[in-house]
């Protein structure tokens, strides 16, 4: 029995008919893994993108207004240029920052097994 899934970019995110992503992790509880198909029909738990200089801008902004439009509980942000971390979790349909820096662990909330270490 699977308790969660998570998966690597390439794959599909489809937010609406119209609109979709590829994020570079995501995390599917084991409630939601009913949206998991030939793409992820809906948004994960928690969504991770690595930033390069050429993803600053779409990932810092673009994709996280989209996430938090669409309700996606927790967002990680990966400098890898800086080895740091952000971790973002919804709060009443804001991103509140909850962690950053270089941490030994990342805490997190959506998968509260797991952590990432630089």
């Not at 992503?21 to 948004?43: A, C, H, W, Y």
């Not at 996280?64 to 971790?87: C, F, M, N, P």
């Amino acid at each position: 029995m699977r308790t969660a899934e998570t998966a690597l970019a390439p794959i599909d995110m489809v937010l609406t008919t119209r609109r979709a992503t590829q994020p570079d992790v995501v995390f599917i509880s084991n409630e939601r893994l009913g949206i998991i198909k030939e793409r992820i029909m809906g948004v994960a738990d928690l969504v991770a993108e690595v930033i390069t200089p050429g993803s600053r801008r779409r990932d810092r902004i673009d994709k996280r207004d989209l996430y938090e439009q669409h309700g996606v509980q927790e967002y990680w942000l990966i400098d890898s240029e800086a080895k740091t971390v952000e971790v973002l979790h919804l709060e009443s349909g804001t991103y509140q920052l909850a962690a950053a820096g270089i941490p030994a662990s990342v805490p997190n909330r959506v998968c509260s097994k797991a952590s990432m270490s630089p």
